[in-house]
């Protein structure tokens, strides 16, 4: 967890730990906070999905998380931040990533929260594979 008035930003193996996304953001002087939370779903691209493989190249992408972070609270009114993503082979209704956003106000937190999973998608560089019945295939299509 991350300390008071530092983000939690993390590439990781392990389950997402909801509950302590969000009490990395949580503090006394924010009105919004807003937690997007990425499942695996069963269904993508009109075909039935089995489960997901993530890679990431490890130290670029948390040096990328943190700078989103970063933009997030001096360019979008965000005071603290949580973007944890994981990697590995997922089952069907884990979570891929969570991101979580504290604010002085909601507007803020909506804002900074989509910007985030936004971009994140567009520049981190994680990688996922979808398993299907008859094989898989890494996704292309980033946004």
């Known amino acids: 967890m991350a300390a008071p008035g530092l983000d939690l930003i993390a590439v990781q193996e392990r389950p997402i730990d909801v509950a302590a996304v969000l009490a990395a953001v949580e503090g006394p002087g924010e009105g919004g906070v807003v937690l997007f939370l990425g499942r695996v779903r069963d269904q993508a691209r009109g075909r039935p999905v089995r489960e997901l493989d993530y890679q990431a190249y490890g130290p670029m992408a948390q040096l ?7 933009h997030a609270r001096e360019c979008l009114g965000a005071a603290r931040v949580a973007l944890v993503h994981r990697t590995g082979r997922l089952a069907l209704g884990e979570v891929a990533v969570a991101v979580a956003v504290a604010a002085p106000h909601r507007p803020q937190a909506f804002e900074a929260c989509r910007w985030l ?20 295939e890494w996704i292309t299509d980033r946004p």
Do not use: S
């Not at 990328?64 to 970063?70: D, G, H």
């Not at 567009?122 to 299907?132: F, G, L, N, S």
């Open 64 to 70: 990328e998380l943190e700078a989103l972070a970063r």
């Open 117 to 136: 999973i936004d971009t994140l998608k567009q520049r981190v560089p994680i990688w996922k594979k979808e398993w299907y019945a008859d094989g898989g």
